[in-house]
């Protein structure tokens, strides 16, 4: 970007400003609904910050206690007088579980081997349900922070997706699959000690049911369910074992009950905007907030959206506007700024926005159908954003996203926006096997990574290409992360007639590899059922690891890695490294690849250094291989 009055127009001003720009995470009301605590990096490291509601005015709690990358959530204690956090040790994620109180002391509270992740804080203050890796797969424990003790609620051969206590405390509604079926997640209601568990009669076996929050009266249970596709909230009575559903038009994912008990908030995807709703329980009525069309989050994870009877908690962002702390009063559909977006030099006419557009794609680009030997996928509309550096001509960033469990979204994202003030045109695809679609397009990847999903994004590349005449085909750049990664590495090696660069980015590349080193949930609830099991599918695995076609790679690649990643392993990068170094590749800003693994960093980092530290490797890999904004003016 280049407009005066828009920010700075220096590559490395651009740079150190964007990445300092201060991001706020995780708000959570307190229990009475008087204070909020969030994490927010205004001093330049992630702190915990504690709002005052009324006064509109908020402190810092701690002071470098808490993790510098705001990955997981935080949660107030019952007593509203601390609030619980995770620390891992360098972004490894194999986080225990602390508390700091008002006057910053800080305590441990969940000490285990493995992962630790807080699912639910007990009415009676001393009460901790937690999801732990401890002995192997991710399954519920208590903790009493009385005695100390920690015991083991459940032990299930797969994972437990999440856990919540009963209001009085009594009883724990948790979700798993015991079933066969790897596609089934069933809700279960069990005693708080874990006894006596019961399959709640939710949807049909090989859909995916889960909890989301008590009635305040602990009768009723809110619930999603993909049974019928989309995804559908549900309330479902414990009494009776009858379900009431809601919706049905758009996949919708429930939030939470409102203080009421008649009233629960949801968010609902249209195309890509995430978009609240509060449903009458009485009525079946839905009616949608009055917000401008982006992303509303309520940090349903561990996160409390209530401040009182009629007033919600949202934090909400545009693809032009940095997210925002709003008050929404549901009486009067008027929000009320409670921490207001940063900006820093720059305004938010300077930020592009998105241009949201479908295309049909049977999977396989054109330029690459005459090669095509098995018949052609479905046809699917898929989804796309682009976004306009205003360059011209502009090279182009393909920007995948990850999970593959994902979806790009008309909110405002830092490397986007980045990219954009560098001069490139950046393009997001929402794949077959993205969320937002139902059931059926998410299994659409099922048994075929690296395939049909990998030609809907070289399809979308093809088009906005050939119908966009301001883009430039001589300088086309694949970059992503995680899943992201796994395609910036596959678009490389599978369309290296389409590619100039590529920046792949903690992903993945040697899939058994994956699976046999990746965290134990990771490995039933996204390899096996994905995928399969190696020993099943051996060739599967062979053939959709972009290290089996290492060779075929044609133009520079920088491999990008952080050395604690537990989800996707360091050894991905080195093993795909080594793989380049065999087949005669060589490293380096003259070669044919280009390496870096990130130190103090595991799965990606919202930390403002770690950040900048990325955004530079970034910058200058662009810069040399295709040329950013500066290159081509210095042209």
Known sequence: MSDPDGGPTDPEAVLE??????????????????????????????????????SGTHEQWSDGEVPRNARWHVEWGADGERVFFHLDDDGDEQNDVYAIDRDGSVETVVEMDGQVVLQDVGEDGETLLVGSTRGGQLNLYSHDR??????????????????????DGSRLAYATNETDDFDNVDVYVSDADGSAPETLEIGTTGAEALPADWGPDGDRLLVVDNSDDLSRCGVYNLATGEST?????????????????????AVRTREAAKIPVVYDVRTGVGRELDLPEGVASFGRMGGDPVLDEDRLLTLHTTPTRRPELLAYDLTTDETEPLVEAEYGPFSPDAFADAEYFTIESDGVPETRQAAVEHDPYDALEIGCLLYDSGERPSP???????????????????????????????LQVNYRGSTGRGREFIRELYDDWGGAEQGDVASAAEHVLTTREWLDEGR?????????????????????????????????????????NTMPHYRTELMEKNMGIPEENPDLYEERSPI????????????????????????????FRDALEDAGYTEGPEGEFEYRELGEEGHASSDIEQQRRLFRLLDDFLDRRIGTEAAATDD
């Open 146 to 167: 009385t005695s100390g003790e920690t015991t083991k609620l459940t032990g299930y051969d797969r994972a437990v997706l999440t856990g919540l206590l009963s209001p």
């Open 17 to 54: 400003e964007l990445a300092g720009l201060p991001t706020l995470a995780h708000p959570t009301a307190s229990p009475d609904g008087s204070e909020v605590a969030f994490y927010y990096d205004v001093s330049g490291r992630n702190e915990l910050h504690v709002l005052d509601v009324e």
């Open 548 to 575: 089996t076609h290492v060779d075929s790679l044609e133009a520079p690649l920088f491999v990008v890695h952080g050395v604690n990643d537990r989800r996707v392993p360091v050894s991905q990068a080195r093993l």
């Open 245 to 265: 559903w809601f919706g049905g038009d758009y996949e919708e994912e429930p939030q939470a009950f409102l203080p009421d008990g008649e009233r629960f908030l």
């Open 476 to 516: 086309v750049a694949v970059f992503g992360g995680s899943y992201g990664g796994y395609s910036a590495y596959w678009q490389m090696v599978q369309y290296p007639d389409l590619y100039d660069a590529g920046v792949a980015w903690i992903g993945l590349t040697d899939l058994e590899d994956q699976y046999e």
């Open 396 to 426: 182009l960033v393909v920007n995948p996203h990850g999970g593959p469990r994902g979806m790009d979204t008309k909110s405002f994202d830092l490397y986007t926006q980045f990219l954009l003030q560098r001069g490139f045109a950046v």
